[in-house]
C-alpha cells in the first residue's frame, strides 16, 4: 500500500534532501517527537572518528593468535559486539593503524551494509574498527543513555533517517553530526545508563555460565587433554575408503581419527536412540510474506534462542496453519542441517512461525538425558567433529539426515548431566534477564520522549 506524505519547501531546502525516504511519515514522527524536547546535535556531544579505509587491512591477514581484535561491520549488534566469531589482526597492522583503535565506552555505529547498529566497546579489548562503522567517542552525556536512546524506537528513526544511497546505502559523519539528541537530567540519564550496564553485566554473566558449562563438559571427556595433530599430509587404506564410502580427502583428516579414536572410549549412544527426528520444509520464495508468522531459517537459529533480525522471511497465517506440525514447541530441540551446521538450541519461549528444510527438529525420547546437556554436547567439540567430518558440499554444506540420526552422544552419569544441564540454564535465565533490562531501558527512554515520566 502506499505511504503518502507532505512537506514544505523549506524543510527540502533547509535538509538539502529531495529523496521520499527522508520524508516518510514514520521518520517525520519520530524526529518531530524527539524535537519536542530539549535537544543537541551528536556533533555538540562528542567526537566522530571514521573508519580506515577497506584496503588498509586485509582479510587474509587475520591472526588468530593475536589479542587485537579487528571489528567488522557485522560485528555491531544492537547494544553490543558479536563476540563469537571475532577475527584478530596482527600486533604490526594494529601498531599501523593505532589511530583506529578503539576505547572503552567507545560508541560504534554501524554505517555501511546494516545500517544504524550502535553497539558499546567494553572494558579490556583492543582492536581496530573496519570502514563499516563509525566512532563516537568522549561524550558529555552518560554514553549508556545514548546507547538505549539509539537503540530505542526514536533514536534508531533519527539514525536511519539519514542514510544515502541507492544500491549500497550508507551513514555519512556529516548527517550523523546533525542526528537530534534529546538531553534531560543527568539523574534520569544516569538511571536509564545504570539499567543498560546491568543488562550488560547479566549478559557477561550469561556468557561467562555457558563458557563454565562448555569446559567442564570437555574436561569430563577428557578433550583438554586431547593433542590434535594435523599434518600436511596423511594416508588411508583403499579398505576404509570403500567401507566408509568417502573419496574426499577431508574425511580422513588425522585430527578427525585422534577423535573418533577418543569417542570410541567413552560410553554414548546414537541420537536417534534419545530423540525422534523431523525434517523442516521449504515453502518457496514465492509464498513470503511481508509479514505474519516467522519462516525459521538456519540463520535464525542460534546456541541461545530463535533471532531476528531485517533479513526475516514470513508466511501466511494460512499456510502457517496448514504446517502447523512443522512449528517448534517449548522443550523441542532444534539443530541446523545446512550452511551453518550443528548449531544445536533447546527451545524455551515460544516460536510464531515454521522450521525450514534446513533444519531438524528433535523430540526427546530417552527422559535421562536432560535437554540442555544434549544441546551442549552437540554444540561441543565432541560431536562437532564429527559433523565436519560427514559435512559434504563445495558451496552449501550439508549434513545428511541419516549421518544426524547416527551422530554419538556421549554419556555421563546422571549427576554430572544435571549439573552442566542446570548451568545451562542459570546462563539462559541470566540472558533474559539482560534482555528485560535492556527493553526496560529502551521504554524508559522512549517515555522521557513522550513526556509521560
Known sequence: MAVWSQTKVSEISKSKRIDSEYFHPSYLE???????????????????????????????????????????????KPFQLLDDDSVYMPPRDFERLNRYSIKENDLLISVVGTLGNVAIVPEGLQGVFSCKSTIFRNSCIDPYFLLAYFNSSYGKSCLLRRQRGAIQAGLNKDDLEEVPVPVFD?????????????????????????????????????????????????????????????????????????????????????LREIVDLQKGIEVGSPAYTSSGNLFVRVSNVKKMGVVTGNSDKYISETLFNSLVSYQPKIGDILLTKDGTVGVCYVVDESVDGIISGGIMKLSKKDETIPSEYLALVINSPICQFQIDRDCSGALIVHWKPKDIAALKIPILTEDKMAELSDLVNQSKIAKKESEQLLDQAKRMVEELIEGSI
Open 30 to 76: 519520530a524526529e518531530n517527537a524527539v524535537l519536542k524536547r530539549n535537544v543537541k546535535p551528536l556533533k555538540h556531544i562528542g567526537q566522530f572518528l571514521i573508519g580506515p579505509f577497506g584496503s588498509a587491512f586485509h582479510v587474509s591477514n587475520y591472526d588468530l593468535n593475536s589479542p587485537y581484535r579487528y571489528i567488522r561491520g557485522k560485528d555491531v
Open 186 to 270: 543527568p539523574e534520569m540519564c544516569s538511571d536509564v545508563g545504570d539499567k543498560v550496564r546491568m543488562a550488560l553485566d547479566k549478559n557477561r554473566l550469561s556468557k561467562s555460565l555457558y563458557s563454565e558449562a562448555q569446559k567442564l563438559l570437555e574436561k569430563e571427556l577428557g578433550l583438554d587433554q586431547l593433542a590434535l595433530e594435523r599434518p600436511k599430509s596423511y594416508e588411508t587404506s583403499f579398505s576404509e575408503v570403500v567401507s566408509r564410502g568417502r573419496i574426499d580427502s577431508d574425511y580422513f583428516q588425522v585430527h578427525f581419527k585422534q577423535q573418533a579414536n577418543h569417542l570410541s572410549m567413552i560410553q554414548s549412544k546414537p
